[in-house]
């Protein structure tokens, strides 16, 4: 849904008549490119429009080369197209149409002053549409400084939460292998994404569910992008019913089959909460969250249920497979 709402617009204000970039879509992840252009191919397959995806981790010289074609969307990474453009490659100054999907993310520390420059290679008359599951201070600030009268639709009532049955189990760092496998045998699972907040957890953690004798994927981000890319097109294509992962893939990667999402480590923030659960419960399925509590993340969780107008439960011996199976 949020996809489409932008480049079905994208799409229609293309003149394949013209050869010049009339599109920028800027997403935060690799993984999210890919899937963006995805379905740019599929909405846009009976239009002669030519889309490319260019991304940090990937050989410059093919961008290079396939911008020396007609070219009318380019799907990118901030510091890739950023970086085309200061070397006089990639040509913006006719692009009218500026996308930023996961805009809390691209105008993080991380993105933000890239930001600031690309915008700069664009049309004078450009069109900014900002999309994102939080609206932080930064945000705010683009929008005051970039985007004048600006129209704001506000879903967030409506999102991610929605559809999403949200529980937490208390218990010991120690006792959290344990439940893992009680969950896994108790739950009629399609497919499970489980959440680490650490790098060296997501590998440990995979291989002792690997010895539990449940298939598991994992992905993180100090792997090489080919090997990601693999992983992830494998888990989506239900080669693998679950999925260990850092917050590499909260950012808009749906995977429909999802019906539970694990938060093994519970996270810091109520906006890396809200991604993360926005795995399950996609395309008005329904879905299951279940958060592992310790001590320590008491205040956290009380603070990001205050945040969000939620509730996570206590979980119940038994749960209801209505509240996550179709």
């Known amino acids: 849904g949020k996809t489409a ?6 799409i229609e204000k293309v003149d394949t008549t013209k050869d010049h970039v009339q599109a920028l879509i800027l997403v935060p992840t690799r993984e999210l490119a890919l899937q963006t252009s995805a379905v740019i191919k599929k909405l846009a397959k ?3 429009i030519n ?3 260019t991304t940090g981790g990937t050989v410059l010289k093919d961008d ?11 799907v990118a990474t901030p510091g890739r197209i950023l970086d085309l453009c200061e070397r006089r490659i990639a040509d913006l100054s006719k692009c009218r149409m500026f996308v930023m999907d996961e805009a809390d993310k691209l105008l993080s520390r991380e993105f933000q002053i890239n930001l600031n420059k690309l915008i700069n290679f664009t049309h004078k008359d450009r069109q900014i549409l900002c999309f994102s599951a939080t609206f932080p201070n930064a945000i705010r600030s683009f929008i005051e400084r970039w985007m004048a009268d600006a129209h704001q639709i506000n879903l967030m009532d409506e999102l991610t939460l929605r559809g999403v049955t949200q529980y937490y189990a208390f218990l010991k760092q120690k006792q959290k292998i344990s439940c893992l496998r009680t969950l896994f045998k108790k739950l009629n699972i399609n497919q499970c994404i489980i959440f680490c907040n650490k790098v060296k957890r997501v590998e440990l953690l995979a291989q002792s569910i690997t010895k539990m004798g449940f298939s598991c994927f994992y992905i993180h981000s100090k792997m090489k992008q080919e090997h990601r890319n693999r992983v992830f097109h494998d888990f ?4 693998c019913r679950n999925l260990v992962t850092s917050d590499l893939c909260t950012r808009g990667i749906d995977v429909q ?3 539970v999402v694990i938060n093994f480590d519970f996270p810091s923030g109520s906006e890396t909460y809200l991604h993360r659960i926005g795995r399950s419960g996609r395309f008005g399925h329904l879905g299951l969250a279940i958060n592992f509590i310790t001590m320590e993340d008491r205040t956290n969780m009380y603070k990001i249920e205050q945040e969000l107008g939620t509730e996570i439960k206590l979980i119940e011996n038994n749960i209801d497979e209505r509240l ?3």
């Open 5 to 10: 709402s932008f480049l079905i617009p994208s």
């Open 46 to 48: 009976h239009l002669p």
């Open 51 to 53: 889309t490319i995806v």
């Open 64 to 74: 290079i080369i396939r911008l020396k074609r007609a070219v009318h969307i380019i």
């Open 236 to 239: 989506r294509n239900g080669q």
């Open 257 to 259: 089959s999802v019906n």
């Open 324 to 326: 996550y199976c179709a």
